[in-house]
């Protein structure tokens, strides 16, 4: 099992920064892919960024240039940088971790961006 505590969410302006956090615990030795993901009301949860074990990224289309996810492994921990927000950037915003294959979800962190 594993558990996951995501923070930093908030009300921001538009054109202003986040950054969010998702911390893991519990079987974290096995942990592959960590992520973000985001949802808005009557809409499917979509993919944000990605970011393998070894580092390697993928970003939404909609983000790349403005969002930089990053992965600290000693501290089983992954961040998410959020700059130039935009008010369709409003959401909550989801940690994902895969722990052999098993997908984990953490609580999800409201974010709002106003114009």
């Known amino acids: 099992q594993v558990q996951l505590v995501e923070s930093g969410g908030g009300l921001v302006q538009a054109g202003g920064s986040l950054r969010l956090s998702c911390a893991a615990s519990g079987a974290t030795a096995n942990i592959n892919a960590m992520g973000w993901y985001r949802q808005t009301p009557g809409n499917q949860r979509e993919l944000v960024a990605l970011?393998?074990?070894?580092?390697?990224?993928n970003y939404a289309d909609s983000v790349k240039g403005r969002f930089t996810i990053s992965r600290d492994n000693a501290k089983n921990t992954v961040y998410l940088q959020m700059n130039s927000l935009k008010p369709e950037d409003t959401a909550v915003y989801y940690c994902k971790a895969v722990h052999r294959w098993t997908p984990y979800w953490g609580q999800g962190t409201q974010v709002t961006v106003s114009s």
């Open positions: 970011i393998s074990s070894g580092g390697r990224t």
